[in-house]
């Protein structure tokens, strides 16, 4: 999977931007504030649909400026070519697909995948464990068209249930069998993501493990742990999951009704990162949460090429520099040849160039970019 070229319009600090002949890995370089973080969320944007650092769309767009438009020209592994393309709009935005406008938004999430590697990554070992969660769901939703439309039902239907729980609270209603439809529902769609986070979990601990102990030089055995309020026998499916859930709903149904308020479910879903049996955000050092995180995003690169058969776009913010010799060159050793990077550094200096095949260079400054081929 290769980006070959990418189309900005009125998007971020970029008024218009267009890039061809992208390599297989390209240098984004220049000063601070100038777009190069912008620029790798325009790749991710193609990918998910959604930006990694704000959840309002209205801020991609260039302030003063009506609406954005991001366009990538991609090829497959099988030479094939995907056309994507984003027009932002302040209120939502619209996916075209091949220059086909696409109806639903699951549609078009993962037409092509990216992993992004990026300092902020260190909140999903020891951050709120909403971060977690946000982790899982845009990684599943990335490879699993079902699993985002789930999420989106059971936001959906999650929402509908605490406010017809307030009402039924204030005395405003009392239909215990629509409750009843809104809690199969919630249960349903709560089973099945519950199902595919335990499976999701389970398959990227079987690489992060081999990966981390590696990372490590031997010294750290780490598991991944899914902490659901689901028991681990009823992960077995989404069906097995759902009737869990259920009996949850069921159980806890006078708590809810007395405290107005959704109280079982997937919502406080949590992962726990265990490091030698202990569990690294609590105990672990900050290098430590450092090389967790890094496993944690190998190992997505590992799944998805298993699901796709073919390796995600590699999106690189600013780590280098954070990160020593060893991991550094650990890092660049475990992605394959075959893999597009984008790599964003303030200075060349930061990245040793000895182990990377010839860069493209891509110099950022205020929103306008000029480009030095590999040769100079
Ligand atoms: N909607 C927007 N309209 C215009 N400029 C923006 C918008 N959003 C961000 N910027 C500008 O983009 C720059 C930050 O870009 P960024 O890619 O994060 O920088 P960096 O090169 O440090 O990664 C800032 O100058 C900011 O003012
Ligand atoms: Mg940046």
């Not at 393309?85 to 990216?114: H, W």
């Not at 335990?198 to 079987?206: D, F, K, V």
């Not at 058969?309 to 060893?326: C, G, R, T, V």
Request: glycine share 6%.
């Amino acid at each position: 999977m290769k980006l070959a070229s990418l189309k900005l319009a009125h998007f971020r600090n970029y008024e218009a931007m267009t890039i061809d002949n992208l390599s297989n890995v390209n240098i984004l370089l220049g000063d601070n504030a100038q777009g190069k973080t912008n620029f790798l969320e325009a790749i991710y944007l193609l990918a998910l649909g959604k930006s990694f650092r704000t959840n309002h769309d209205s801020e991609l767009i260039e302030s003063g400026a009506e609406e954005a438009l991001v366009e990538g020209s991609f090829t497959r592994d099988t030479q094939s070519e995907i056309k994507l393309g984003l027009k932002i709009k302040k209120r939502g935005k619209i996916a075209y697909l091949n220059q086909l406008e696409q109806p639903r938004m699951s549609d078009f999430v993962g037409a092509i995948n990216t992993v992004i590697f990026s300092p902020e990554d260190l909140n999903i070992v020891k951050g709120a464990p909403s971060y977690r969660r946000h982790y899982l769901d845009l990684e599943l939703s990335s490879i699993s068209p079902k699993y985002l439309n789930e999420l989106r039902r059971y936001q959906r239907t999650l929402k509908q249930k605490n406010q017809y729980l307030k009402m039924m609270r204030e005395g405003k209603s009392n239909d215990s069998i629509y409750l009843d439809v809104l809690n199969h529902d919630l249960a349903e769609a709560g089973g099945y993501l519950a199902w595919a986070r335990s499976e999701n979990i389970a398959e990227l601990e079987q690489y992060a493990t081999d990966i981390h102990y590696r990372l490590t030089q031997k010294k750290e055995k780490l598991e991944i742990v899914y902490l659901s309020e689901i028991s681990c026998d009823a992960l077995n499916s989404p069906e097995d999951a759902a009737s869990a859930l259920l009996a949850s709903f069921e159980r806890l149904s006078e708590r809810e009704l007395r405290q107005g308020v959704t109280i079982a479910g997937i919502q406080h879903d949590d992962l726990s990162f265990m490091v030698n049996g202990t569990n690294v955000a609590s105990f672990g050092s900050q290098g430590q949460k450092r090389s967790v995180s890094i496993s944690l995003k190998l190992s997505e690169i590992e799944v998805i090429k298993k699901i796709r058969h073919e390796a995600p776009i590699l999106l690189l913010d600013d780590i280098f520099s954070e990160l020593d010799q060893n991991r550094q060159t650990f890092l660049i050793k475990s992605f394959e040849q075959a893999v597009q990077i984008f790599i964003t550094t303030t200075s060349i200096n930061d990245i040793d160039t000895s182990i990377i095949e010839p860069p493209l260079i891509i110099k950022v400054d205020d929103g306008r970019i000029s480009s030095r081929g590999k040769n100079g």
